[in-house]
């Protein structure tokens, strides 16, 4: 993990927005003429990108939420992935 990568701090894009679907009972991303299915892991990490915390604070925090450890390389895996695809920005 890169040290720069942590103190980055991930926020949804514009046009990016989540909710929750009350009906199916499931999380979604939606964005300009699609919509994405999230896993409740992958809804937890966009929900924490609010351009208020690091990547290492939504890491931590994520850690404590689940009772987990080392979550790192996952979260960071899909922060990298979830960027490529314009679903969040890093500042």
């Known amino acids: 993990m890169d040290e720069s990568d942590l103190a980055a701090v991930p926020r949804l894009a514009t046009k990016a927005m989540l909710k929750h679907d009350s009906v199916r009972d499931v999380e979604l991303l939606l964005l300009p003429e699609r919509v994405v299915l999230l896993n409740k892991s ?50």
């Open 42 to 91: 992958g809804a937890a990490i966009l929900g924490l990108c609010d351009g208020s915390r690091t990547v290492r604070q939504v890491i931590a925090q994520l850690e404590q939420d689940f009772e987990a450890v080392d979550l790192g390389n996952d979260v960071l895996t899909f922060l990298k992935d979830a960027r490529g695809r314009g679903w969040v920005v890093v500042t």
